[in-house]
C-alpha cells in the first residue's frame, strides 16, 4: 500500500470538524486511504449495499444506532436523508471526528452539505495516486508553484528520471491504486469494469441518463478531446444530441471526477465564468482506454501523443495541491491574438505562468507569450518550462525548465 499525502491533512481535519467528507471518482482509494488514518479502528458501513442504503433512506435514526460515531460511511450520496440525522447528532454531541463520509458523486453530495451541513465539515477531494506518491515521496510533497523553494525541496527528493516510454507507460495505465498494487491486473479489463460500474450506478442510478450506449459514446468524444477548447456544438453534432444535454452530461462528468475543466484567465472574474474552458480527464489511463490506444508505445507516436502528456502534467499538478488539502487557482490564458499559456498559477496576487511541452531541447522561444502578462494588473512571478529534459536548468532570469519527472 501507498502512502498518501492527504492522510496528513485529514488528520487535521478531523481534530477541527466533526464531519470530513472526501470525494473523488470510484476506485481512487477513498475507503482504504481514511481507513489508514482511523486509528483506533472505526465502524465501517457502505451505501453500494442495498440494503444499507434503503436503511439509511427510510430510517436515518435506527441506521445510526446500528452504525454509531466514530464512524466510516461509504457512497452516501445514495443516501442524502442522512444528512439531516449527521447535524442533529453533531449538534448534539458537540465533538470533532464524529462522521468521515465518503462520494463519488459531487453533485449530490455538495447540494445535501449546503443545505444541512454548512460550517460543520471539510469536504478535501482525492485523486489517484500522484508521482511523489508512487516515489515514497507522499510526506514530502508540496503544492506546486515554479519558485526556487519548491525546486530546491524537489532536487533533495532526488527523483528518478522518467525515460519517454516509462512516461507513457505511466500516463497509459493511469494513476488507480489498484492497477499500481496488482501488476497482474489487466489494464483493459479493469476500465471495461469501471466504465461498466460507473455507467451503471453514477450515471443511470443516480442522474437517470436514459440511453447508456449514447453516453457512453459522449465520454469517448470527450475524451478525443482532451486540451481542447471545448466546442459545444461539435460535441453535440458528433454524438447527435443537442447543447443543452451536452451541458447536463459534462457537468455529470465534471461532479463525479472524470473531467476537470480548466477555466480561461481574465481580469474581470465576471468575464471569466463566460469564456470557454479547456477540457481535461483526471485520470489519463480511463482517457486512453475510451481512445482506444493499444499500447504505451502507439499512444507515445500517435495524434493524441501532446495532448495526453499535457493532461497529464495539469493533474500532476493539481493533485499536488489537493493532496495537501489545498485549491488551486489555475487557469489557462488566451487572448484575441491566439496567444497562449499553457497554465497559470495564481497565489497572493502573483501569477506564475507555465507551458507544457513534450521536448527535451527546450527554448526560449517556447515561453514567448509569458510577456503578454507584463501588460495585467498583476505581479508576474517566475516561470516554468515543464518538458522531458532529465535534469532542470534556468532558461532565463525568469524561467527554469523543469524536468517532468519532477511533478
Known sequence: MYQRTLQTTIQQASSVFPVLLLTGARQVGKTTLLEACAKPERHYVTLDDPQEAELARTDPALFFQRHPPPVIVDEIQYAPELFRAIKLMVDREKKTGLFWLTGSQKFHLMQGITET????VAVLDLLGLSQAELNQHAMDSLPFLPTTAWLNQVRAQKPPNLNLIELYKRIWLGSFPRLALEPIMSRDLFYSGYVQTYLQRDVRDLTR???????????????????????????????????????????????????????????????RLLKTPKLYFLDTGLCAYLTQWSSPE?????AMSGAILENWMLIEIL????HNGKTPYVYFYRDKEQREIDLLLERDNTLYPVEFKKTASPNLSMVKNFRVLASLDKQVGHGALICLREADIPLSVEVDVI???YL
Do not use: M
Request: glycine content about 6%; hydrophobic content about 45%.
Open 117 to 120: 451541513l454548512a460550517g460543520r
Open 209 to 271: 441518463v436514459g440511453d447508456e450506449r449514447l453516453f457512453l459514446q459522449f465520454l469517448r468524444a470527450c475524451a478525443a478531446r482532451v486540451g481542447q477548447l471545448l466546442n459545444y456544438a461539435d460535441l453535440a453534432r458528433d454524438v447527435d444530441i443537442d447543447p443543452k444535454t451536452v451541458k447536463a452530461w459534462l457537468s455529470i462528468l465534471e461532479t463525479s471526477g472524470i473531467i476537470y475543466l480548466l477555466q480561461p484567465y481574465h481580469t474581470n472574474v465576471t468575464k
Open 298 to 302: 502507439t499512444l507515445e507516436a500517435g
Open 319 to 322: 493533485k499536488s495541491w489537493w
Open 403 to 405: 524536468p517532468v519527472s
